[in-house]
């Protein structure tokens, strides 16, 4: 297989790294909508739920659990070398692929944005020199719909073009309510379109413009709750409360606890996929209102038969109008939130690249980036907690007495600017080096606050930051609709900072071809993710502050071995990173909202590991794979919080959402049935250990090990013209969480997708 890892065309046995890659066909044979199902194909790679609509992924244990929309991932993901640099951007379908490359491990050099744990870059299929048309449809459980289509070929001599659409729906909720077993959450309404046009305006320079976006107005997937979760604890000292406790049996701090909180049926050994638990009030129609849409031009100059002078420009714009979150997992509004934000994104590049005779190749480029983001997450807890703790029970009343609406806002100017070079030269005719580098500057700059909304509908408009002022040695009187978060001397404002940042990471590689079929090779590399501010409700303007740049070193062997007949092919890759300033959304203890969110950095840690992965072909047509990953964390050095907001030394433990043991096998044949119709019967095996969701492994926040089994059948003629797949997905109807989040009354988890069943036609009309 051809791959374009290193921004050139290169076989994929022939490069010193560990990469994926996968065929569109692939990737649909196996359910992969989006870049968070890929962890079925890339062992070492999670994906998991924020709870506010944006994922988080993590790969060989390198993530980054924020929930903000605006957050960046420390796996980077691509769109044909364009940088999606926020994590929201990629939770689009993905549409028309020609193929997905994964790399492991840190990609500073030829991938800038944030890339300390993986670079994603997604090709897809380009217009033709003739003309070509398919499509395919498919239909599966809860009534969900699938289609997408395509066409492309020629617009007279000099101009080709290629457009795709897909649309999925599904018009029943897969979710189940945990109190209404009648009512159920998780509709789908997405859409999808990318159109490429290709101009050879000259034999040496073609103009590439794409223009591509999506929209979801899906229903958002709803949690359960796994146990409640009093804001705040006796103002008695630590021995009382727990003799207390010891005497009667109960939490003594739960009697805090909204009623309706406090009688809610948890499920702490929920075992149905489909259990979860919403809001009912009829006032709150859970859905999103994401949407994106993106233009880059590419032009690329062949200056010679040696070098190229390529461009990639773009504009991104990713907005989430009035997205409406349960959140909570239970059938009250103790937490829920509506979303309303934006990201504008410029983004810039210019390379040269070209060889050296028939020893090497080299690039050199400088790339720019300017973002813009705006974030308002409004909270809604009419039957918070925070309402009984002032003024006691008001179930009786209407309205709240006292808390209703809150928010928490953020805005941001992001200006990155780097200059890279990347190139490798044959030292011998079986040894290669490879040397990359880059010097990145980025500024943000920043401002945020929390603040009760304007039309918070509480009986007694208290005035809620002005009493914490007071409280606290200030002197502000904070209306309703005006910034409450306090300062340093206690008084309430906006919070405005900057944060400035310089980096250099490299990279250097030797290998050894010492056979055609085999390469070795031993790497260095440094990479980093920059530093960045949160978006969290709090009290005091310190929990706003940014965690600065993270840093990788990473020492890498691996080999890359094929049989002399092309049927067999083993990958192996072992790593060892040391890891400085590891970002970390933790907890801190707020005075008057309990224990919430903040950003930290760990100050030294470690991630080493192993991947094996093997394809063999014993027969023609007779597919078989396997692969694996083992990883081990461990935390050197951090004194924090733990997810009560209490003092914890975090020294030797492993990383949150960061399973030790992955795997899976796949297998697939084709055989014929007649002359005119072939059959393939396929199946795969997903195994996922278990992991925590917190970094002091809290056992409320345990993910368990899960299996899933997967089935398909086919049918297909020779020329593949057409085909029609019955698919079977999760047979084993396994019960797994995806995440688990702590935030107001309620600890809650999400839960991976139930079992499904379905069919596909595609047709090709060529």
């Known amino acids: ?46 994906a998991a739920d924020s709870g506010f609509d944006t994922p988080t992924y993590t790969m060989r244990g390198v993530g980054f659990a ?20 926020y994590p929201i951007m990629s939770k689009g379908p993905n549409l028309d692929l020609r193929r997905v490359e994964v790399l492991q491990g840190p990609q500073g050099t030829l991938y800038g944005r944030n890339s300390t744990g993986g670079a994603i870059n997604y090709i897809a299929n380009k217009p033709g020199a003739s003309f070509t048309d398919g499509a395919d449809v498919s239909y599966g459980s809860f009534g969900r719909v699938d289609a997408e289509g395509y066409v492309s070929g020629p617009i007279g001599e000099s101009f080709k073009a290629r457009f795709a659409a897909s649309s999925t729906t599904s018009e029943e909720g897969w979710q189940i309510s945990n109190t209404r077993p009648d009512d159920s959450l ?46 705040f604890e006796l103002p008695l000292g630590s021995q009382l409360p727990s003799l207390l406790q010891s005497l009667t049996g109960l939490n003594i701090n739960n009697i805090f606890l909204d009623p309706s909180v406090k009688n809610y049926p948890f499920i702490p050994n929920n075992k149905n996929p489909r259990i979860a638990d919403w809001n009912p009030n009829p006032e709150y129609a859970y859905g999103l209102h994401d949407n994106f849409w993106m233009a880059s031009l590419r032009p690329s100059w062949d200056i010679s038969d040696t070098v190229n002078l390529t461009g990639l420009f773009s504009y991104q714009q990713m907005r989430a109008d009035g997205s409406s979150l349960p959140q909570g997992g239970m059938d009250v509004e103790d937490i829920d939130q509506v979303l309303r934000a934006y990201i504008r994104t410029y983004q810039g590049e210019v390379r040269l690249s070209g060889k050296i005779g028939q020893r090497g190749d080299w690039l050199v480029g400088v790339n720019g980036n300017y973002d813009k983001h705006h974030e308002v997450d409004e909270g809604l807890g009419s039957e918070n907690s925070l309402n009984v703790l002032i003024f006691g029970d008001t179930a009786p009343l209407d309205k709240p007495l006292f808390f ?59 005035p809620f930051f002005t009493a914490a002022s007071f409280l606290k040695g200030g002197n502000s009187v904070v209306p309703q609709g005006q910034c409450g978060s306090l300062n340093a001397n206690n008084d309430a404002g906006l919070f405005i900072d900057s944060l400035t940042e310089h980096n250099l990471s490299y990279r250097s590689v030797l290998s050894w071809t010492p056979v055609q079929e085999a390469l070795l090779y031993a790497s ?38 094929a ?24 907890y801190f203890k707020d005075p008057i909202f309990g224990a919430l969110q903040y950003l930290q950095n760990v100050p030294k840690s470690l991630d080493e590991g192993l991947e094996l992965s093997t394809t063999y072909v014993p027969v023609d047509k007779l597919f078989l794979t396997a692969a694996g990953s083992y990883i081990r964390t461990k935390v050197i050095e951090y004194e924090g919080k733990n997810d009560q907001g209490n003092a914890f030394d975090f020294a030797g433990q492993s990383f949150n959402y960061t399973p030790r043991l992955q795997a899976s096998l796949l297998a ?79 600890v809650f988890a999400y839960t991976g997708m139930t079992r499904v069943y379905g069919l596909t036609f595609t047709c090709d009309f060529r």
């Open 186 to 231: 998780g509709k789908l309404n997405k859409q999808a379109a990318r159109g490429i046009l290709d101009w050879q305006a000259r034999d040496d320079l073609l103009l590439r413009l794409t223009l591509s976006g999506w929209t979801d107005k899906s229903q958002p997937q709803a949690p359960y709750a796994v146990a409640p979760q009093a804001q």
């Open 524 to 561: 260095y590399s440094r990479g980093y993710k920059a530093g960045g501010f949160p978006t969290v409700f709090s009290v005091d303007q310190e929990s706003l502050s940014p965690v600065v740049q993270e840093k990788l070193d990473a020492y890498e062997v691996g080999a890359k071995f």
């Open 1 to 46: 297989m051809v791959v374009t890892a290193q921004k050139r065309n290169e076989a994929i046995n022939s490069i010193p790294m560990a990469i994926s890659s996968f065929r569109g066909e692939e990737l649909q044979a196996m359910g992969v909508y989006d870049t968070r199902d890929l962890g079925k194909l890339v062992p070492g790679f999670t």
């Open 66 to 85: 924020d929930s903000s929309f605006s957050t960046t991932s420390t796996v980077g993901i691509y769109n044909d070398e364009v940088s999606l640099a």
């Open 404 to 462: 209703q609406k809150g928010a928490a806002k953020s805005d941001a100017q992001v200006q990155t600017d780097s200059a890279f070079a990347d190139g490798d030269v044959q030292l011998l005719d079986t040894l290669k080096l490879t040397l990359g580098l880059r010097y990145t500057r980025e500024k943000q700059d920043y401002s945020g606050c929390t603040y009760v909304l304007s039309d918070n509908a509480s009986i007694i408009p208290f």
């Open 668 to 746: 697939n044949y084709t055989f014929a049935m007649s002359r005119d119709l072939n059959l393939s019967p396929g199946t795969s095996f997903t195994y996922t250990g278990g992991t925590n969701a917190t970094l002091e492994h809290d056992p409320l926040f345990a993910m368990n090990a899960h299996r899933l089994y997967d089935v398909h059948l086919g049918l297909t003629p020779p020329d593949r013209k057409w085909s029609l797949t019955a698919y079977g997905r999760n047979l084993g109807n396994e019960f797994y969480r995806t995440s688990v989040i702590k935030l107001g009354d309620s």
């Open 563 to 586: 049989s002399s007949d092309k049927t067999l092919q083993t990958n192996f890759a072992a790593y060892y990173y040391n890891y400085t300033n590891k970002q970390l959304l933790t």
